[in-house]
């Protein structure tokens, strides 16, 4: 049972980060295909498509009644974007911050992180408080479509060379195809994930609330952590950083929202998700704020720090489960 759990597991993370690469490929050359801005289709469809495992893990896990997994997914992918993908990107380069993170999403995150904190205290995420977040997702993304608008040509031109390079996969149709293959991967992955996750936690005595936190965390933000590191290793550090954060961003507004909108009673929040988890989002959130304005980087020496901080939220996370079932 173990052993099988455990590779539905591994099977169902590998079509999740493999549907989310053929998402993002296909769809962005299908945009460009159809004639809508290279830059957009970086602001939106990229982020949904790195984004994607955990909207459709989150969202499975609620279909089958383990909304406090979702929200652990949530919650954990976030701590997991903030302090293991940027901590781990700026130990292989020191990470340029463009000014606009600064000053618009850094704070838009820490606010955001506030909010789903303040609609948590009544234990739950209702269908409404799950409208709002998802339309705020299309608020942020109208916001950042105009604002793309005065980029410069440089970062214009950027984005068609790494977009819309010919290949033998470039048609319509085709394009058509391997997107609904990677939609079909995700579902079918997410599905995976969810049952093998459910049981390997009944079978080992641990909740699913640190199962989302954890494992499921980790896993849904390998595309955004192969996104990062990758950007980093190439010299395009503020995109790492921009991945990171904005995939936090579309965490707490799509994928919440989304999930909290398929929930019959909302999503459930536990005590401690209430007292410790989404507190520990934060600070994450608010740590940037002080890193990312001195010197508007973030250094190797900083990165180390990051990673300290989610190995010691990790080591929390051990000691807490450890004293549930002792």
Known sequence: MTLASLFFFIFGLFLLVSGAELLVRYSSKLAIYIGISPLVVGLTIVAFGTSAPELFVSVQATLDGSSNLALGNIVGSNLCNILFILGASAVFAPLVVHQQL???????????????????????????????????????TSFA?????????????????????????????????????????????????????TMMAEYLGVGKEVIGLTIFAFGTSLPEAVTSIMASIKGERDI??????????????????????????????????????????????????????????????????????????LYQIIERHSEIIG
């Open 240 to 313: 790492a950083v921009g991945n990171a954060i904005g995939s936090c961003i579309f965490n707490l507004l799509a994928v919440l929202g989304a999930t909290a909108i398929a929930a019959p009673d909302g999503v459930e929040v536990t005590l401690q998700m209430l007292q410790f988890d989404i507190p520990c989002m934060i600070v994450a959130s608010i740590i940037c704020i002080p890193l990312f304005i001195s010197g508007k980087k973030v250094s190797r020496g900083e990165g180390v720090l990051l990673l300290g901080l989610y190995i010691l939220y």
């Open 145 to 197: 479509i105009i604002m793309s608008r005065k980029e410069n040509k440089q970062v214009t031109d950027e984005y068609t060379e790494s977009l819309s390079k010919k290949s033998l996969f470039s048609s319509l149709w085709l394009s058509i195809l391997f997107i609904l293959i990677g939609l079909g991967m995700l579902v079918l992955g997410s599905n995976y994930l969810v049952e093998s996750a």
């Open 102 to 140: 600064i000053k618009k999403d850094i704070p838009l995150l820490v606010v955001l992180s506030v909010i789903v904190y303040g609609m948590s205290f009544n234990g739950s995420i209702n269908f409404i408080e799950g409208v709002l977040l998802f339309a705020g997702v299309l608020a942020y």
